[in-house]
């Protein structure tokens, strides 16, 4: 089992940055794969970026390619999402989520945080 919570969100402006964090619970968070996803109003869950587990490899949407980063420290038990020049069609709740491989697929995850709130100001 995988317990996940999501912090780091919030309110920025558009150009701005923001890095949300993802702490887990549970004594394999470093055989899982780590995704963010996010989800805006009247929008489905969308794939945003993953890292696998012995962080040699990173996939992207590409909306976010250049601006986004994910990272993970296994020893902490926390993966990142560093988010710069957000614009306003970033605004979404931003959701962790685990997997055994590197997916871009949503329900190949099985474990997922409450998510956070990232809106972007224009």
């Known amino acids: 089992q995988v317990q996940l919570v999501e912090s780091g969100g919030g309110l920025v402006q558009a150009g701005g940055s923001l890095r949300l964090s993802c702490a887990a619970s549970?004594?394999?968070?470093?055989?899982?794969?780590m995704g963010w996803f996010r989800q805006a109003p009247g929008k489905e869950r969308e794939f945003v970026a993953a890292?696998?587990?012995?962080?040699?490899?990173?996939r992207y949407k590409d909306s976010v390619k250049g601006r986004f980063t994910i990272s993970r420290d296994n020893a902490k038990n926390t993966v990142y999402l560093q988010m710069n020049s957000l614009k306003p069609d970033d605004t979404a709740v931003y959701y962790c989520?685990?997997?055994?491989?590197?997916?871009?697929?949503?329900?190949?995850?099985?474990?997922w945080g409450q998510g956070t709130q990232v809106t972007v100001s224009s």
């Open positions: 549970g004594r394999t968070f470093s055989g899982y794969g």
């Open positions: 989520a685990a997997s055994k491989g590197l997916s871009a697929v949503a329900v190949e995850y099985d474990y």
């Open positions: 890292i696998n587990s012995m962080r040699t490899a990173t």
